[in-house]
């Protein structure tokens, strides 16, 4: 239980921190694409000795796909912290988590997965949840006005990375071939991330930020981790995605929902309390009907 905990807490820093960044004016996007540098230096650090020539010819086409799955991390990582910025933090967090209906619909729709009327109402359900969540944004002072478009392209757009992953993962990927994916998915996004951030430079569209680098290093940190123990928490509960993917997608909403209401004062409305508990029916429902 121990992983689980440390990958709900990983993945709530990460939101978290995004809001921490907009109060103290570092800019998101040197921020992001310092913390996939620090993700990939991280992966090679860590699976050094797993990694060789003979891996990489065998797994090739890992690489490939998850290179091409990882140049669409920096254009949705920067839409969550804009969507986290300007929309608020819990209803980014709430329409993030609950993009995983997206490939369970899509799974129902083609046929890898049988029709449930637990997994349709949580479909249903969930939509309503960001609808509701999407209608506010937080009243505190420090908060700028809300956009209410952001959550739905985070859910959109995070729900179809989702759907490229699976389809990665169990068309191409393989067990052992895992460790070559998480490098190369973050290395492809440090990769587009630091061209386009030379070219603004240059273009003088942007100005370096040193402290940016700093915010990137505890940005990355728990973003590596936050896969690291999730693989972990699969290994231990015998890979029953079911149990753990509710339970850590609940756990994420509750404790930024928290984080939201204590710490950075965001007002919660009647829709937004609203949104926050149709989002745990939604993922209740779908853990029902896994179970």
């Known amino acids: 239980m121990i992983y689980l905990l440390l990958t709900i807490l990983c993945t709530t820093a990460l939101f978290v921190l995004f809001r921490i960044f907009n ?3 570092i800019d998101i996007f040197q921020t992001i694409v310092w913390n996939y ?37 920096l254009p949705i990582f920067f839409l969550a912290g804009t969507s986290t910025r300007l929309a608020g933090l819990t209803p980014t967090t709430m329409a993030s988590k609950l993009s995983m209906i997206i490939p369970s619909g899509c799974a129902i729709i083609i046929g890898l997965a049988p029709f449930t009327w637990f997994q349709f109402g949580a479909i249903i359900i969930g939509i309503a949840a960001v609808f509701f969540s999407s209608q506010t944004q937080s009243k505190a002072s420090d908060t700028p006005s809300g956009n209410p478009y952001l959550p739905w392209l985070v859910f959109i757009t995070a729900g179809l990375l989702d759907l490229a992953i699976m389809y990665v993962n169990n068309r191409i990927a393989s067990e052992e071939s895992v460790g070559l994916f998480s490098i190369h998915t973050f290395a492809a996004a440090a990769s587009w991330g630091l061209i386009s951030l030379v070219i603004l430079l240059a273009l003088k569209k942007i100005t370096f930020q040193p402290k940016a680098i700093l915010s990137g290093i505890a940005l990355g940190i728990p973003n590596y981790f936050s896969v690291f123990f999730l693989l972990k928490t699969l290994n231990y509960f015998h890979h029953d995605g079911s149990f753990v993917f509710p339970a850590l997608n609940l756990s994420v909403i509750l404790l930024t929902a928290i ?3 204590t710490v950075f004062k965001e007002k919660f409305t009647t829709k937004l309390t609203i949104g926050i508990f149709l989002s745990i029916t939604s993922i209740v429902l779908l853990y029902l009907n896994k179970a």
């Open 37 to 73: 540098v620090i993700c990939t230096l991280t992966g090679f650090a860590y699976q050094y000795e797993l990694l060789n020539q003979e891996l990489y010819s065998k797994h090739i086409d890992t690489v490939i796909a998850s290179s091409m799955v990882g140049s669409c991390f």
């Open 23 to 25: 109060h103290l004016k």
């Open 259 to 261: 984080f939201s209401w």
